[in-house]
């Protein structure tokens, strides 16, 4: 059961409310309003708008009441929802262009997202067509056929309550009694009224004249009120799939960790043990990542730069594991639509302070001279770019006037979520972190930087960044598989505890490869390490734009100009959370493992 969600119970002749939400494709990431269409519905004074949080109005889910009248375990048949709709002009064709690109219409019941397409007894999809595109007999002509009748079948579970024994304190079932419970919302639309002995329904010509009908049906079902998710949970039919193919992953990245430490741990042993008998000697020559001891912690160029990335990193890395975390207390369910999106939302905003302390401690270190400069860039620079993107995007759905896109009033919500509190919190962190000594190092810089000896060809930055970032995307491909596929074709995604699961792999791949690359680095006494200790898991996040257009290329069909610029620049704003994620942790890695080895040899 869901945590803080009680059961809605009903009695015979109850009203069941039938909420419509928006239409949706796989095929195109703009949503519609269903109201929006030329449908049936109340008078604008009569709609209810249920109360939707932020991640609900980002997300284009627009929960309002309908004109459909559903009294529970009162059957309906063929009854007709309000008066012939007339259909003309530019809601004419927007209805043909809709159900030529395959869109899905999403309604709800007590909190049920509806399920419809029936494929076999277990599995199902969400939502069901608005329409169909189909060709006449013996020709290529092409008809859109419109869905304007559906069949309604509501499942139901008697309700028990729970008495306990007031001796006992044993629970006991309370003889049945007319109460009950909804566990699953379905629909099998079809056109005209051919369950009603009409004929289908096609949009031709200049007017169409539309009636929607409706029928009701209930039957009870086994499963009881608390496991009725589970009846969406495994909608997709690819359960199996799914565990074989993490636990597969999982093995193959604990697998090569595991190569990388014991590597890494037996060539760093036997350095230690070869420095430790050159300090017996006299006059022997140092070499290796000894020899650049005196400019290792030397500061990089752009170094504020770098520490509003790696503040920007910190922020997304705090927001990700309280999400997860919560998410697999059960805290952020599918029933609860939009939760996720909220939380993430509302946490990095919240995390702003993480991102102040961090980069101010960072830019401290380096010896910056403009703090408050730093501070603001770090509180602007990072989410204004992802805001921008958003904002950008959002002038083609306000021009598609798609439910997706940002009302004014979501808008000025979110800039004052950021100016009001992520903005004041980033410099109350960056305040915190400059009250504190700077971080020391062991040994000295000198004041001339050693020169840099010629590199190998695979030492080069650009190959060794492309080859490390192959391991940490490596260790969330598949899970990004799955991902993608909630958010583009509008499955449910609920295995938190794999997903966390997988984070932690990619920490300590993140790590691993980093710490090696650095090593390596140092060894061919290369002491611009900084930049590359962020860039090189960094780059997986290039490998994941890739991915990215490979399932744009295999596993979608979408078509035109602003469905293919929305994929993409979505895609683009999650990229961009993954490179500072994964570089920030690269860095903390290098950073710890480059004090370490350089305070044991016991530098002055």
Same mark, same amino acid.
Request: with cysteine; aromatic share 16%.
């Given at each position: ?50 109360? =939707? ?89 092409? /008809? ?57 329904? /096609? ?37 199996? @799939? ?43 020559? =140092?070499?290796? *990542? ?24 910190? %922020? ?19 029933? #609860? ?11 990095? $905003? ?43 995007? #959002?002038?083609?759905? *306000? ?18 979520? *950021? ?25 000295? $810089?000198?004041? @001339? ?5 010629? %590199? ?33 074709l509008h499955r449910y995604y609920f295995l938190f505890g794999f997903l966390f699961l997988v984070f932690l792999i990619l920490v300590i791949t993140c790590a691993e490869i980093s710490v090696v690359m650095c090593y390596f680095q140092l060894c061919a006494e290369d002491w611009h390490w900084w930049w590359r200790s962020f860039l090189t898991p960094g780059a997986s996040g290039f490998y994941m734009f890739l991915y990215a257009i490979f399932y744009y290329a295999t596993r979608l069909e979408v078509d035109g100009f602003v469905p293919s610029l929305l994929y993409f620049g979505y895609s683009l704003i999650l990229c961009m ?14 950073? *710890?493992?480059?004090?370490? @080895? ?7």
């Amino acid at each position: 059961m869901i945590p803080g969600l009680t059961p809605t119970v009903y009695k015979k002749g109850d009203k069941v409310p039938l909420f419509v939400n928006k239409v949706t494709s796989v095929h195109s990431p703009i949503p519609y309003g269903y109201h929006d269409l030329p449908v049936c519905k109340p008078a604008e004074d009569q709609i209810i708008h249920q109360s =939707e949080t932020l991640g609900e109005i980002i997300t284009g889910n627009r929960i309002e009441s309908s004109s459909y009248e559903i009294n529970f375990l009162e059957p309906q048949n063929c009854k007709t929802v309000c008066a012939p709709v007339t259909v003309t002009g530019e809601d004419l064709e927007k209805m043909k262009d809709l159900i030529k690109n395959d869109y899905y219409v999403q309604w709800q019941v007590d909190g049920l997202p509806v399920a419809g397409k029936k494929q076999n007894d277990e599995v199902y999809d969400t939502g069901f067509p608005l329409g169909a595109v189909v060709l006449k007999q013996g020709t290529e002509e092409v /008809y859109y056929q419109l869905n304007n009748h559906v069949k309604i079948s509501i499942s139901y579970n008697p309700h028990v309550r729970n008495i306990q024994n007031p001796e006992t304190g044993e629970p006991i079932a309370s003889p049945d009694s007319p109460e009950y419970n909804i566990v699953l919302f379905e629909v099998t639309p079809s056109s005209g009224t051919v369950d009603c002995g009409g004929q289908p329904l /096609y949009l031709t010509g200049d007017k169409v004249e539309v009636t929607y009908t409706y029928s009701v049906e209930f039957k009870q079902d086994a499963i009881s009120w608390a496991n009725r998710w589970h009846h969406y949970l495994s909608l997709q039919g690819e359960g199996q @799939i799914h565990w074989f193919s993490i636990i597969n992953s999982l093995m193959i990245v604990f697998f090569l960790s595991g190569m990388v430490a014991m590597i890494m741990a037996r060539t760093v042993r036997r350095d230690f043990i070869k420095y430790t008998e050159e300090e017996n000697e006299t006059e022997v020559d =140092e070499t290796g *990542w000894k020899l650049v001891n005196s400019d290792v912690f030397r500061p990089p160029g752009g170094k504020g730069f770098f520490a509003v990335l790696v503040g920007s990193g910190v %922020q997304v890395f705090f927001m990700c594991v309280v999400t997860m975390v919560f998410a697999v207390l059960g805290f952020l369910s599918p029933s #609860n639509q939009g939760s996720i999106v909220t939380a993430v939302l509302v946490l990095y $905003v919240w995390m702003g302070v993480a991102a102040g302390y961090s980069s101010s401690r960072i830019y401290l270190m380096f010896e910056g001279e403009h703090r408050n400069r730093n501070t603001f860039i770090t509180a602007i620079f990072f989410p204004g770019s992802v805001f921008g993107i958003a904002f950008f995007l #959002n002038f083609f759905l *306000w021009y598609k006037h798609s439910s997706g896109a940002f009302p004014l009033t979501t808008m000025i919500a979110i800039i004052a979520l *950021w100016f009001c509190i992520s903005v004041p919190l980033c410099f109350l962190g960056s305040r915190l972190a400059y009250r504190k000594d700077p971080p020391k190092h062991p040994g000295s $810089v000198n004041h @001339i930087p050693r020169q840099i000896p010629a %590199q190998k060809w695979y030492m080069h930055p650009i190959a060794t960044t492309l080859m490390g970032g192959i391991l940490p995307f490596g260790a969330v491909f598949i899970e990004l598989f799955f991902i993608l596929t909630s958010i583009w074709l509008h499955r449910y995604y609920f295995l938190f505890g794999f997903l966390f699961l997988v984070f932690l792999i990619l920490v300590i791949t993140c790590a691993e490869i980093s710490v090696v690359m650095c090593y390596f680095q140092l060894c061919a006494e290369d002491w611009h390490w900084w930049w590359r200790s962020f860039l090189t898991p960094g780059a997986s996040g290039f490998y994941m734009f890739l991915y990215a257009i490979f399932y744009y290329a295999t596993r979608l069909e979408v078509d035109g100009f602003v469905p293919s610029l929305l994929y993409f620049g979505y895609s683009l704003i999650l990229c961009m959370f993954f490179f500072v994620l994964t570089g920030t942790i690269g860095f903390y890695s290098c950073y *710890w493992f480059v004090k370490k @080895i350089y305070a044991a040899i016991h530098q002055d």
